[in-house]
């Protein structure tokens, strides 16, 4: 549309723009009512407000209408109305949907106030042409109402729009939206402009700008609909534009609202959690903002009950400013701070309320005074400050501050409440974070407790280990390891797992690792030591059964989930034969002297605590220096990573390191096992891992030949004589000649209780290690008894003479049968023979 051809529909743009306007709530009633609706229909406001808005419709609502309104959309049409003195008019209406603050639908209704001046209801205005009088009004409107050309270029503007722009119409008429705005703000706006031009079709467009005559920015909603041509064709647009901006600051509070429930809370860390609430504020509400807490709550302890009054020390624990740096803290991180009784959160703190201040705050001047330096670097700054106090389950945790200094407007009761709510919702979070520290830090402290403080001194195999806890936000699992000697100086490999994270876990793992080595202690096998202690997680479940009812929600979850799983590894370094068993568990890895690393075949077994299941044991003979890896899944399964993928990655991080000076493909062995337990986890673990791990690591030794004789005895009295006699001979090549005389008692001693109660075939060996181990074995698995024998007994004294003689003595299963075996302490240990391969 030219310029010039403005001027012909010049009385169609002004019967435009003189418009009456009335709003309807979603029920239909009328809540606003505009002064040339009331020249329009003869209704003044007191008679129409608060009645129903179909009763002016003198046919009805329009389908197309009723449409529009069940969809929520914009409308536009003719419709018939009465007019109060019993006239019917046709009037040309607009409806657009606007939401409220609660986000209910609004309709505000448009229409050309001219259609209704046949009459002018003043007589002075009798003499005034209907042109003439859209123009006055137009001139006069206090709205923001704008007309544009199809080229979007200034044409009319109101008194209203004149005056939010600060220029008049003359200077703006003819010029496009952008060359006369220079403002990227209004990018947006220009933009919907055009679409109305090229669509037809009317919109509501809402922007938060700020105009030229005000010191702020604004939200505005602004209602454009297209002014057409009878042929259909588009020749401007008229916009009229609404401050919305207290629904747009209800609906931004509701924002903030609704992402502080997702975002503050999400660990179950104090101090993220602080930082959370302190990070929500910026720069939304505040342009900075602190968390302080009491120190009791910071490190997990009981928070303060009731109002705090007086003097208050808190730690400061988050803080977040708009801009980085730009207000440096008076309070570091971490630090305690000290705040007199008429201090502002004092204050909040004694009275348990949210408080407003400002410069105009007495206290702030008295605080000034008191503490020069902070005033000048921090109070001064800040032309408005709330404080928050954070209260959860009627307890004090602390107090949280918000300040501005670039926002140009101060806190208003709105901004209060708001604080209110956000403090409340973190307050909340940061008591459970603090419950669960508190718990954390038992059941990790439990957990250490009943790890092993020191692996055993023995010869069998070199270990290293480690124990990582889970993170903050899972809390502490219930994974152990266990090393544990067994005589014949065999050697136990233990590494479990408890379902669960917790105190009851920790719980649940040192009653486990207890029964473990009690089942150890009599020398059970692999595959019969799972099936026991598959009954003792059974019975464990089955007694807490009870318990579980008079327990909390939260609690019962726990108690009931009683379950684990297991490896449990048995190395002989005579026989260099390791027995292996797994109830649920991860299979070990093994790595040979040559470099190889694979996964050992050991029979799968089902978790913990099923009942009634037998679990296979394999025997895997090991060269001298083997590396035997035995870990938790955690080490090797994680949300992010495949299951498979970690299990290669462990592969690989056990594979020795190779020589760069020696043969190529040559491994090197001497890596200490302390190094490849860091080497594994650094290439394994993110920095905070999901899940608790234990990590096992044990380095095979062998016995030299030269240290186990061994004598296959018939089931004859005679041998017994015999038996002493290359028994004496052995301790002479040994150097142990002052052990000959026990040694020559506990062997007669075991080899006669073997003719007499055992059965054939019958073995007598000796093993020279840490101690000197004297072993008698026969066919028979019946149990002998320690008794005490009575005065003219002729037997019976035989294990008592054997337990009074030995450090150490007992009996074990065998396949074929049982060994009875005794120990005797050496003076030194003689461990330069063990070989621990090449």
């Known amino acids: 549309m030219t310029m010039e051809a403005c001027d012909p529909i010049i009385d169609d743009l002004l019967g435009v723009v003189n418009t009456a306007t009335a709003a309807v709530d979603p029920h239909g009633i009328i809540t606003a009512w505009s002064a040339p609706a009331y020249q329009l229909l003869g209704y003044s406001p007191d008679e129409i407000v608060g009645k129903l808005g179909i009763g002016l419709l003198a046919t009805g609502v329009p389908g197309p209408a009723r449409r529009a309104v069940a969809d929520q959309r914009g409308w536009s049409g003719k419709v018939a109305v009465r007019h109060r003195d019993g006239r019917q008019l046709d009037i040309v209406l607009c409806a657009y949907p606007l939401r409220d603050a609660a986000g209910r639908i609004q309709w505000f209704l448009v229409a050309p106030a001219a259609a209704g001046y046949a009459d002018p209801p003043d007589d002075s205005f009798g003499h005034v042409g209907d042109r ?54 209004y990018e947006g706006f220009a933009e919907q402009l055009r679409q109305v031009v090229e669509t037809g079709r009317s919109v509501v467009y809402e922007n938060y700008v700020r105009v030229p005559s ?256 889970a993170s903050s936000q899972v809390g502490v699992g219930g994974d152990w390891y266990d090393v544990i000697a067994m005589s014949g100086t065999r050697v136990a490999l233990v590494v479990g797992d408890v379902v669960g ?18 089942l150890i202690d009599i020398d059970l096998y692999p595959g019969e030591l799972l099936t026991r202690l598959d009954d003792v997680v059974a019975r464990l479940a089955a007694d807490h059964d009870g318990v579980a009812g008079n327990t909390a929600p939260l609690e019962q979850e726990a108690v009931n989930d009683i379950g684990a799983t297991c490896l449990c590894a048995v190395y002989d370094p005579v026989s260099r ?31 913990l605590g099923l009942g009634g299941l037998l679990f296979e044991a394999a025997e895997v003979e090991l060269p001298a220096g083997s590396l035997l890896a035995l870990y938790t899944d955690g080490l090797v399964e994680s949300r992010d990573r495949d299951i498979d993928v970690g299990l290669e990655a462990l592969c690989a991080a056990l594979a020795p390191l190779r020589s760069g000076n020696g043969p190529p493909g040559q491994p090197v062995l001497s890596s200490s096992l302390e190094a490849i337990c860091d080497r594994v986890l650094d290439a394994l673990l993110p920095e905070h891992p999901a899940d608790d791990v234990a990590l096992l690591l044990a380095r095979t030794r062998a016995l030299d030949a030269s240290q186990v004789a061994s004598w296959d005895l018939p089931a004859d009295p005679a041998v017994v004589a015999h038996v002493r006699a290359g028994v004496l001979r052995t301790l002479g090549v040994w150097g142990l000649a002052e052990a000959a005389s026990t040694t020559e008692l506990l062997v007669s001693e075991l080899v006669t209780n073997a003719i007499r109660h055992g059965r054939a075939p019958i073995q007598v060996r000796l093993i020279r290690d840490t101690a000197l181990i004297c072993e008698v074995s026969d066919a028979s698995r019946a149990a002998p008894h320690l008794c005490h024998a009575r005065t003219f007994d002729e037997s019976g004294r035989g294990l008592f003479l054997v337990a009074q003689l030995a450090a150490r003595w007992g009996t074990r299963q065998t396949r074929d049968g049982k060994i009875i075996w005794a120990e005797q302490a050496l003076a030194a240990a003689p461990r330069g023979e063990v070989r621990e391969g090449t």
């Open 214 to 469: 005000e010191p702020r920015d604004h939200a505005w909603a602004t209602s454009m609909s297209p002014i057409k041509a009878p042929d259909g064709r588009v020749l401007g647009v008229f916009a009229a534009a609404f401050d919305v901006s207290e629904q747009y600051w209800a609906r931004q509070r509701l924002a903030l609202l609704d992402d502080a429930s997702s975002r503050i809370g999400s660990t179950l860390d104090v101090t993220r959690t602080a930082q959370e609430l302190a990070d929500m504020a910026i720069p939304t509400l505040a342009d900075w903002a602190s968390v302080d807490l009491l120190d009791s709550v910071y490190h997990g302890g009981e928070p303060a009950p009731g109002p705090l009054a007086g003097q208050v020390t808190l730690r400061r624990v988050a803080h977040h400013c708009v801009v980085d740096g730009e207000l440096d803290a008076v309070v570091s991180l971490g630090e305690l701070c000290v705040y007199p009784d008429f201090s502002l959160p004092a204050r909040c703190l004694a009275t348990g309320q949210p408080m407003l201040s400002g410069t105009a705050d007495p206290d702030a001047a008295r605080r000034a005074a008191a503490d020069p330096v902070r005033a000048t670097a921090s109070q001064h700054a800040f032309h408005s400050v709330m404080a928050v106090p954070l209260r959860a389950r009627g307890a004090t945790l602390g107090v949280a501050l918000f300040g501005r200094h670039r926002h140009a407007e101060s806190f208003r009761r709105d901004d209060l409440v708001l604080a209110e709510e956000l403090g409340s919702r973190a307050a909340i979070s940061i008591d459970n974070a603090r419950r669960y520290t508190r718990e954390r830090t038992t059941a990790l402290a439990l957990q250490r407790s009943l790890l092993p403080q020191r692996l055993p001194e023995q010869t069998a195999v070199e270990v290293a280990s480690r124990y990582l806890p």
């Open 577 to 607: 034969v390791c027995t292996l068993a797994r109830a649920g568990h991860l299979q070990p890895v093994l790595v040979t002297p040559d470099g190889t690393a694979a996964f050992l075949d050991v029979p799968a077994g089902p978790p």
């Open 501 to 518: 994270h917790g105190v009851h876990a920790a719980a649940t793992m040192g009653r486990l690792r207890t029964a473990v080595r009690t």
């Open 132 to 185: 003439t009088i859209v123009e006055w009004g137009f001139r006069q409107a206090e709205l923001f109402i704008v007309i544009y050309d199809s080229q979007t270029r200034f044409w009319r503007l109101s008194a209203g729009a004149k005056s939010m722009l600060g220029l008049d119409e003359t200077d703006l008429r003819g010029r496009p939206f952008m060359e006369a705005l220079r403002n990227p703000s």
